[in-house]
Structures are given as C-alpha cells and as structure tokens.
C-alpha cells in the first residue's frame, strides 16, 4: 500500500489568473504560469515524509474550446520541469476535461479521475490526502474516504461553511506540516 497526496493544480499548486471571477479564470498560455511560493518546499516536504504525489486537475476550459489537450500537456511539461529540478515527483497526472453540462463522471467532486488508478496504485485512502483550493477538492476527499486540507487562493479561504475540511493551511508548506504532525513523526 501507498500512502498519497492528491494535489489540485490550479490555485493550490499553481497561481489562478486573477480575472472578472476574482481569481476564478483558466489558464490559458504558458506565460500565465506560476507555481505559487511555498508550492515547491511544501511537495517536496511531503515526499520526505513518504507520499506519492498525484495532480488530479477539472480543466473544463479544454472541452470548452479555450485551450487544447496538447496545450495543457505542453503546461505540465514546464511544470515538470520545474519539479524535476527539485527532485519531485509527480507519479501521474490526472484531469477531467469536461464541462459540468457534460454530466462526466470525473469532474471533481466526482471519484472517477481517482478510481481509474485504483487498479495500478494500492492506496491506503485512509492515510491520505487531497489538498486543493475549492470547496469541490473538499467534497471530492470525503466522498474517496481522503483527509482534505483547504488551501488559500489568492490569500483566501474559498469554502462554504457548511463543509469543513480536516485542515485549512495557507499554503503547501503549512499542509505538510499538517501532515507530519498527524503521521506523528
Ligand atoms: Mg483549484
Ligand atoms: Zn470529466
């Protein structure tokens, strides 16, 4: 069994581009890419402390025409290269690149983008994470039986209150804190 931590991308590991929906927008080109301060040390924190890391990512700007598949691909290339270069990473990127008016079964809060690893990854759902800046990255941890840490997106909690995540952390660095402390070492 593995222990995880499934990561949002966008306002949890990477800046959302502030637009008209306050900090709501795609990302639309390589030049609006920006891995949030603390993003880096926080994620290789949590590799330390002996998780595998995942992104699990809703792109609905793809199937929406805004960008292409190729094009998220060719973001997370510049991302891995950044992580590499840090000794971190990824074990596999997952996304849904659907709309909600498509009804899929993968746009968080839904499971399916995490059920379709179940077969090749023994996880040990009890033990692990999902971390991410919207309240669905919250429901999508407690319909998987996942601990959920809240992060802030640009320097606030997004969250309806009547769903409360295990933790709410400003940052990646405050959530392996987290997550050392409830591993108790
Ligand atoms: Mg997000
Ligand atoms: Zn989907």
């Not at 995880?4 to 502030?18: K, M, S, Y």
């Not at 805004?66 to 992580?83: A, G, P, R, S």
């Not at 074990?91 to 079964?105: A, D, G, I, S």
């Amino acid at each position: 069994m593995i222990k995880a931590v499934f990561l949002d991308r966008d306002g949890t590991i990477v800046n959302e581009p502030t637009g008209p929906n306050k900090g709501d927008d795609a990302i639309t080109s390589i030049s609006q890419l920006k891995v949030l301060p603390h993003a880096i040390d926080g994620m290789k924190k949590m590799i330390e402390l002996g998780y595998t890391l995942f992104i699990a990512s809703n792109q609905d700007c793809i199937n929406r025409g805004q960008i292409t598949m190729k094009e998220y691909d060719q973001q997370n290339k510049v991302l891995i290269t950044v992580f590499t270069e840090n000794n971190i990473k990824i074990e596999k990127w997952l996304v849904c690149p659907h709309t909600p008016e498509e009804n899929c079964e993968c746009r968080k809060p839904k499971t399916e983008m995490i059920d379709s690893i179940k077969n090749d990854y023994q996880i040990d759902f009890e033990n692990s994470y999902y971390i991410g800046d919207r309240e669905t990255d919250i429901l999508l941890a407690k319909n998987l039986k996942l601990k959920s840490i809240l992060v802030k997106r640009n320097e606030e909690y997004y969250i309806n209150t009547n769903i409360v995540p295990d933790f709410k952390a400003e940052n990646l660095v405050e959530a392996s804190k987290f997550i050392k402390s409830l591993k108790g070492n």
